[in-house]
Nanobody
């Protein structure tokens, strides 16, 4: 069974950091582009960033939301079943449920319809 599970969310103060994990079962994440999305209360889901599969890693990170550039980065774990989202300098506007998702590639603008597999989300609250 193909499954993605996010973890690492929680409450953090403004200016703090969190690292979210996206762990896969049933498939090898190295072969897929991985997108991180978020949905804030009362708002639509938005793409945060997308990283290409390992074979296309030289393409870099083809998509970053402007609001997270310079603060968020994604990386792959040594095991082939985990991807991380490192979030630094967190702001209250980053409060949301964060989702990871897998696709065959990072399309222009990171459309959510490209992503076939989704996790259940992990909640991040940035508040003092």
């Amino acid at each position: 069974q193909v499954q993605l599970v996010e973890s690492g969310g929680g409450l953090v103060q403004p200016g703090g950091s969190l690292r979210l994990s996206c762990e896969a079962s049933g498939f090898n994440l190295d072969y897929y582009a991985i997108g991180w999305f978020r949905q804030a209360p009362g708002k639509e889901r938005e793409g945060v960033l997308c990283i290409q599969s390992v074979d296309h890693s030289s393409d870099g990170v083809p998509y970053y939301a402007d609001s997270v550039k310079g603060r968020f980065t994604a990386s792959r774990g040594n095991a082939k079943d985990t991807v991380y989202l490192q979030m630094n300098s967190l702001e209250s506007a980053d409060t949301a449920v964060y989702y990871c998702a897998a696709a065959w590639g990072c399309g222009y603008g990171m459309p959510s319809g490209d992503f076939n597999w989704w996790g259940q989300g992990t909640k991040v609250t940035v508040s003092s």
